[in-house]
């Protein structure tokens, strides 16, 4: 949507109308980059579920291991692993 509403751009070079990149738009509408949006809401989520205590169910599932077989391949992302990421 936002390359519709900015709409292109001339080129100071050539001449010719161009597509605006990614950078120039996020520029343009000085919206935070959906990666640190993204980032920002699991940090919260995690410190919420870390203030609920340890007999909630959904921090159990946070903290806790899975018992049992896992499937050959390559290791699943856990949501654990990602909140140390982001941290």
Do not use: Q
């Amino acid at each position: 949507m936002l390359r519709r509403i900015f709409g292109h751009k001339r080129d100071e070079v050539t001449g010719e109308w161009r597509k605006l990149y990614n950078e120039e738009l996020s520029d343009l509408c000085s919206s935070p980059s959906i990666v640190w949006v993204i980032r920002s809401r699991r940090l919260s989520w995690a410190g919420h579920v870390a203030r609920m205590g340890e007999k909630s169910g959904v921090y159990r599932v946070l903290v806790g291991k899975s018992e049992g077989k896992r499937p050959f391949g390559r290791r699943r992302c856990r949501s654990d692993n990602n909140t140390k990421i982001d941290f």
